[in-house]
């Protein structure tokens, strides 16, 4: 094994790579656009010698992007069993964020350690996908190798829950050893070694429609009743479980009552049984009364993940490597928020996730990540795509 310190990774190249990446905008909901970064993407994995899989999209998300890398045991063995790295290629942000005078357009600001540099979905994932392609890109050109095989594999639907390729990712999973997980690094430098349980919900409240002007007393409203519905869905929020409404939808004309109403809930705890209790309280709701409808649906789920032995043992040889190439410590520590991660760790299969740059503004117009930290954050990937074994 190389050391880490000796591949010939640069911050600039590093950075002009990321702001093509960022530059292509790919919101979830628009599969188009998604399906114009798996083509990005796809064409660097091509360059740097992986043979690429494309995955069509389903559910009227994108496509997804299977890359597997050449490997010298068994034959090319690229189907042994080895490390899968994983992404999402998804963000937040609408198209016409970033470009050329978007309110997050590409910038830099600052110098030395406190530069930034900010762009659509540049922390929130692609900063972390990027580093991981150079981290490979420069074992590759340093003509060392990973003890196991290498699978690159990146999906268009995390930010709204993996409906999509949940199955995909827990199929590619089982067939691997590892899954490491470039989601941005926590404020303080550290990984992700467990995530808390997430549900959400899909919420309708159906009322009578009048005239809001002529005839106000004769319906009922739908917006009304999911306003009572929201307050009664954020009260469920306690310590050890949190509910919170983050998408409404309703009505077409101001001079009309609304009949229907839509939202979208979300609900997390650190541990499954306080999840499930809030699920049943979530699912137990019923209308305000006999003139309107109100009904609740359960949507995405991501389980628990725990760290167990396997993990700790995966964090600690990270931390080694991680003080080797300057990082210094690596705190590991559980995390909300979701990620795929849930769905590999709660397989048992040996998953780190946080390993990504260091950044911050995280679904924001304020998104960015920390200049200096991308070349150390490819290092510690680079170390343990070539340290981990079978």
């Given at each position: 094994?190389?050391?880490?310190n000796?591949l010939s990774l640069?911050t600039?190249?590093i950075?002009?790579g990321l702001r093509?990446?960022?530059?292509?905008e790919?919101?979830?909901?628009d599969?188009?656009?998604?399906?114009?970064m798996?083509?990005?993407?796809?064409?660097d994995?091509?360059?740097?010698?992986a043979r690429?899989?494309?995955i069509?999209?389903?559910?009227?998300?994108g496509d997804?992007v299977?890359a597997?890398?050449?490997?010298?045991?068994?034959?090319?063995?690229?189907d042994r069993?080895?490390?899968?790295?994983?992404?999402?290629?998804?963000?937040?942000h609408?198209?016409g964020?970033g470009?050329a005078?978007?309110?997050?357009?590409?910038?830099?600001?600052g110098?030395?350690?406190?530069?930034r540099?900010y762009?659509?979905?540049?922390?929130?994932?692609?900063?972390?996908?990027y580093?991981?392609?150079a981290?490979?890109r420069a074992?590759?050109?340093a003509?060392?190798?990973?003890?196991?095989?290498?699978?690159?594999?990146?999906?268009?639907d995390?930010?709204?829950g993996?409906?999509?390729?949940?199955?995909l990712?827990e199929?590619?999973?089982?067939r691997?050893?590892v899954v490491l997980i470039?989601e941005?690094?926590?404020?303080?430098?550290?990984?992700?070694?467990?995530?808390?349980a997430?549900?959400?919900?899909?919420l309708e409240?159906?009322?009578?429609?009048?005239?809001?002007?002529?005839?106000?007393?004769?319906?009922?409203?739908?917006i009304r009743e999911?306003?009572?519905?929201?307050?009664a869905?954020?009260?469920l929020?306690g310590?050890?479980?949190?509910?919170?409404?983050?998408?409404?939808?309703?009505?077409?004309?101001?001079?009309?009552?609304?009949t229907?109403c839509r939202?979208?809930?979300?609900?997390?705890?650190k541990?499954q049984?306080?999840?499930d209790?809030?699920?049943?309280?979530?699912?137990?709701?019923r209308?305000?009364?006999?003139?309107v409808?109100f009904?609740?649906r359960?949507?995405?789920t991501?389980?628990?993940?725990?760290?167990d032995a396997a993990?700790?043992a995966l964090?600690?040889q990270a931390?080694?490597?991680a003080?080797n190439?300057g990082?210094g410590?690596l705190?590991a520590s559980?995390?909300?928020?979701?990620?795929?991660?849930n769905?590999?760790?709660?397989?048992g299969i040996p998953?780190l996730?946080?390993?990504?740059?260091m950044?911050?503004g995280i679904?924001?117009?304020?998104?960015?990540?920390m200049?200096?930290?991308l070349v150390?954050?490819?290092k510690l990937?680079a170390?343990l795509?070539?340290?981990?074994?079978?």
């Open positions: 094994m190389i050391d880490p000796q640069d600039e190249t950075l002009a093509g990446w960022v530059e292509v790919s919101p979830t909901f599969a188009a656009a998604v399906n114009r798996m083509d990005t993407a796809s064409r994995l091509a360059v740097m010698g690429i899989e494309r069509p999209g389903r559910m009227g998300f997804c299977r597997r890398f050449p490997h010298p045991s068994l034959g090319g063995g690229e069993p080895g490390i899968l790295l994983m992404s999402h290629l998804d963000t937040v609408p198209v964020t470009g005078s978007g309110p997050l357009a590409f910038r830099r600001e110098s030395g350690a406190a530069e540099a762009g659509p979905g540049i922390c929130d994932m692609k900063g972390g996908a580093v991981s392609l981290a490979i074992i590759l050109a003509g060392a190798a990973t003890k196991l095989p290498v699978t690159v594999l990146f999906t268009p995390e930010e709204v993996s409906p999509s390729t949940r199955d990712i199929a590619e999973a089982a691997h050893k470039p941005p690094a926590r404020t303080d430098g550290g990984v992700v070694w467990g995530r808390y997430i549900a959400r919900f899909a409240a159906i009322g009578r429609p009048s005239h809001a002007g002529a005839r106000l007393a004769e319906g009922r409203s739908a999911m306003a009572g519905q929201i307050l869905i954020e009260a929020s310590e050890d479980a949190t509910t919170s409404v983050g998408v409404i939808q309703g009505g077409q004309w101001v001079n009309c009552v609304p229907v939202a979208e809930s979300l609900s997390m705890a541990r049984e306080d999840l209790v809030l699920v049943d309280r979530m699912l137990a709701l209308p305000s009364g006999n003139d409808q009904s609740v359960r949507t995405v991501r389980p628990v993940w725990e760290p993990v700790r964090h600690a931390e080694a490597i003080r190439v990082i410590a705190p559980s995390a909300g928020g979701g990620s795929d991660g769905f590999t760790g709660a397989m998953t996730d946080g390993l990504g740059v950044g911050g679904h924001t117009l304020e998104e960015h990540v200049v200096a930290s150390p954050r490819a990937i170390g795509l070539m340290s981990l074994e079978g």
